[in-house]
């Protein structure tokens, strides 16, 4: 699939939602409100369980497209997306450090004690490179901050590891379909 088909597949998937064209001629109209809108998606896929019900993936390629297509800035809607995907792992991580190992115990994580058990043979495995492959993994995005947070790791190591995921992440998500329209301008 060439670059341009992929950015115009994502506006056309995010167009066939109900609320997806809606939030789409939103960010059109409010340009400036693109980083604040893309910060508040990414912080919600980025929080344990709650990320599981944040469809923000679809939303954040397709408004990289969008982004492409409609001259809005990149770097501001990357850098916000970024940083609600820190945000929403810094949330996680505290959740674990403030419960430790009652975290799975506490509302919504008991009910869904799977989640819990896959993130931490995962964290178990992997350690700090869980939180980098973690941040490309839907099921697992936001549990495994929070099991970073139960097993204490270091802060300094786990917002290093948080921070540099979060932007690559951004990049991938974002970049693919603003190059795409942006090259069909």
């Keep these: ?105 506490v509302w919504p994580l008991s009910r869904y004690p799977h989640m819990y058990e896959r993130s931490d043979r995962f964290f178990r495995k992997w350690g700090v490179w869980a939180l980098m492959i973690g941040r490309f993994f839907g099921p697992v995005r936001g549990m495994v901050p929070l099991v970073a947070g139960v097993f204490e790791m270091p802060f300094a190591l786990f917002m290093a590891a948080n921070v540099a995921s979060a932007m690559v992440w951004a990049f991938v998500l974002l970049a693919p379909g603003f190059a795409a329209l942006h090259m069909l301008q």
């Design 1 to 105: 699939m060439s670059l341009s088909a992929y950015g115009q597949e994502m506006l056309a998937l995010m167009q066939a939602h109900p609320w997806g064209s809606q939030l789409l001629e939103f960010v059109k109209a409010n340009a400036a409100w693109a980083p604040l809108i893309v910060m508040l998606f990414a912080f919600g896929e980025s929080l344990a369980v709650v990320g599981i019900f944040v469809p923000a993936t679809v939303v954040l390629v397709a408004i990289g497209a969008l982004t492409g297509a409609s001259g809005i800035d990149f770097w501001p809607v990357w850098a916000g997306t970024a940083a609600g995907a820190v945000l929403g792992d810094l949330v996680s991580y505290g959740i674990g450090r403030a419960f430790k190992d009652q975290a799975r115990n």
